[in-house]
């Protein structure tokens, strides 16, 4: 049986994003970042609505027009609609942080 904690690689260069399930406007992915952000200037602008929850670590979401930066912690989840252009300014350095992303 898949455990969303399991099978993560040591070394994440790279944020590690694994399609969970998939059914008519609907896919679920399973997200692991450590120490990651998006790259500097670069905003998500995306067609769809996204809903995240982190399940182990902590990162931060800036919303563009914003000044503070929203901090999820275990069991935080955010709604982010389309077109929303928003950024992942950081994620814990010393330990992965596992999100589930709904994205409709």
Do not use: C
């Not at 994440?12 to 998939?22: G, H, K, Q, S």
């Not at 931060?60 to 982010?80: K, M, W």
């Amino acid at each position: 049986m898949p455990n969303v904690y399991e099978q993560i690689p040591e070394e994440l260069r790279d944020e590690l994003f694994e399609e969970i399930a998939r059914g008519g406007p609907f896919k679920l992915e399973r997200i692991v970042s450590k120490g990651h952000s998006t790259p500097e200037g670069k905003w998500y602008d995306q067609d769809e609505n996204e809903w995240v929850i982190i399940l182990k670590g902590r990162a931060g979401i800036l919303i563009e027009g914003q000044a503070e930066i929203v901090t999820l912690e275990p069991g935080d989840h955010y709604y982010l609609p389309a077109r929303l252009k928003h950024r992942v300014e950081w994620t814990d350095a010393k330990t992965e942080t596992v999100w589930l992303a709904l994205h409709y």
